[in-house]
């Protein structure tokens, strides 16, 4: 197995993977330029090592405004290779109109080139299946984090954790936690609005903020001008940020995003989301194990977070037990590689 990906050169507050991989790996620099209202995306030199190695089969991301992708496929069919797209189906919703039908034509070209789908949730394997896809050869392997290493780390995790919440003395509070990278589509900010109109009315909260990217500058400005002490923001923190999720009571995610409500629920917390990436349809389900919200309205972040406040103690723990039971029993890389070998051993038959 070899895994060719791409690098970007510019911060965009989500880290890129750092270390070591057992297997054969190599990076090529990501070049993405904005068309009207689509990313396009080219890999320098991808290509031509993809067509060196000459694989039998070849899994890509299904994301249609990659040239190198487009590539990629294109030569695969003529090769009569087998090929697996691994789909999010997550889209911006930038394109209406007659550019809308532009894209799903593009989209449904890209798609139609293959053999097979793993997908990251239900909601992407519903979205494969409308564009004329036989639902013989979707799987959904509802996307999830590495989960071994943090059951062999539970009891140091769970040290931290309480060191933290003496550090920020957060006993007697219900302290929300957002984790991620500061960009727009995040929308931090509207979790800070949302948290400041709660603070008018509970005092016995505060919020975490863990995370860095281009959006830092405007969200410390935001910040400074509510110059609340309960607000705590922290940075970016890679490893080690399972302490941060253990020692919260609910995680909150309100823009875009998906592994970090994964993570959450892994240390038992509630979550609150909107529309992220689809994921959140499998994972955050109201009255089971968090809340939701309409995205992008204040009122209804407002109104998710104040559920979260005044629930009983029963109520939160049914939810997190839900919550740690969907991430060990169906939401993880261990799952997720059950899924994958039968989708490549369905296509050496």
Request: net charge neutral.
């Amino acid at each position: 197995m070899t895994v060719l990906f791409g690098y970007k050169k510019r911060d965009d507050g989500r880290p890129s993977y750092e270390g070591e991989t057992p297997f054969k790996s190599q990076g090529f620099e990501e070049l993405k330029y904005r068309v009207l209202p689509f990313d396009v995306v080219y890999n320098k030199g991808m290509f031509a090592e993809v067509k060196r190695i000459d694989p039998d089969i070849v899994i890509v991301q299904g994301i249609a405004g990659d040239l190198t992708l487009r590539r990629t496929l294109s030569w695969a069919k003529r090769k009569k290779k087998k090929i697996i797209i691994w789909a999010c189906a997550w889209e911006p919703g930038r394109a209406h109109g007659l550019l809308l039908k532009f894209k799903n034509t593009l989209v449904g070209t890209f798609f139609r080139k293959a053999n097979y789908f793993l997908t990251y949730s239900s909601m992407a394997s519903r979205y494969v299946a409308r564009l004329g896809i036989s639902d013989s050869v979707i799987e959904t392997c509802y996307n999830g984090i590495e989960i071994d290493g943090l059951m062999a780390s539970r009891d140091s995790v769970l040290k931290e954790s309480r060191e933290i919440r003496k550090k920020y003395e957060m006993d007697g509070y219900i302290t929300f936690l957002y984790v991620g990278g500061l960009i727009m589509e995040k929308r931090v900010d509207l979790l800070i609005s949302a948290y400041a109109e709660l603070r008018k009315k509970y005092n016995n909260i505060k919020l975490m903020i863990v995370g860095d990217g281009p959006m830092r500058t405007s969200m410390n400005e935001q910040l400074e001008v509510l110059n609340d002490s309960s607000i705590y923001y922290l940075g970016r923190i890679v490893d080690g940020v399972d302490p941060y999720f253990a020692a919260s009571d609910c995680f909150v995610l309100p823009g875009i995003g998906g592994l970090a409500l994964n993570q959450a629920m892994f240390w038992n917390k509630t979550c609150i989301v909107s529309a992220a990436d689809g994921t959140e349809d499998d994972l955050v389900i109201e009255g089971e194990t968090g809340y939701r919200f309409t995205t992008g309205d204040l009122e209804s972040l407002v109104s998710a977070m104040e559920r979260r406040i005044l629930d009983s103690e029963e109520t939160i723990a049914a939810y997190s037990e839900n919550s740690y039971r969907i991430i060990v029993e169906k939401s993880n890389v261990n799952n997720m590689v059950d899924h994958f070998v039968n989708g490549i051993e369905t296509l050496r038959k």
